[in-house]
C-alpha cells in the first residue's frame, strides 16, 4: 500500500500562485508516476499534470503555461506550482501514484484531497 498526502491548498485571489505538495509512504517500489488531478463540484476528475519515474512530464490542456509539476525522488515527494491562478482552477485537488511491475498489476492511488479555490 502507497499512501499519499496532500498539502499547501487554500484560498488565493485570481493572478496569484500556490504550491501544493504531496508526501508518499509506505510500500513505495516500482513508481511509475505521479500526478495531480482535479475535481470541481458535479464534474468528473481530470488531469491536471503527470510526472514519470523517468522525469516525463504531461499537462492538462486548461494549465500549460501555468502549471509546473516537479519531483524529489529521494524525499518521495511531488509538487505543483501554480501561477496566474483563474476561477476555474478552482476544486479540490487529487494526488495520485501509479505503481505497476513486472509482477504485479496496476495499482492506482489517491490522497484524500486539497481544496483550492480562486476567489476575489
Known amino acids: 500500500q502507497v499512501q499519499l498526502v496532500e498539502s499547501g491548498g487554500g484560498l488565493v485571489q485570481p493572478g496569484g500562485s500556490l504550491r501544493l505538495s504531496c508526501a508518499a509512504s509506505?510500500?513505495?517500489?516500482?513508481?511509475?508516476?505521479m500526478g495531480w488531478y482535479l475535481q470541481a463540484p458535479g464534474k468528473q476528475r481530470e488531469l491536471v499534470a503527470i510526472?514519470?519515474?523517468?522525469?516525463?512530464?504531461n499537462y492538462g490542456e486548461s494549465v500549460k503555461g501555468r502549471f509546473t509539476i516537479g519531483g524529489d525522488n529521494a524525499k518521495n515527494m511531488v509538487y505543483l506550482q501554480m501561477n496566474s491562478l483563474k476561477p476555474e482552477d478552482t476544486a479540490v485537488y487529487y494526488c495520485?501514484?501509479?505503481?505497476?511491475?513486472?509482477?504485479?498489476?496496476?495499482?492506482?492511488?489517491w490522497g484524500q484531497g486539497t481544496q483550492v479555490t480562486v476567489s476575489s
Open positions: 510526472i514519470t519515474s523517468g522525469g516525463s512530464t
Open positions: 495520485n501514484a501509479i505503481q505497476v511491475s513486472s509482477t504485479t498489476p496496476r495499482m492506482d492511488y
Open positions: 509506505g510500500s513505495i517500489f516500482s513508481i511509475y508516476s
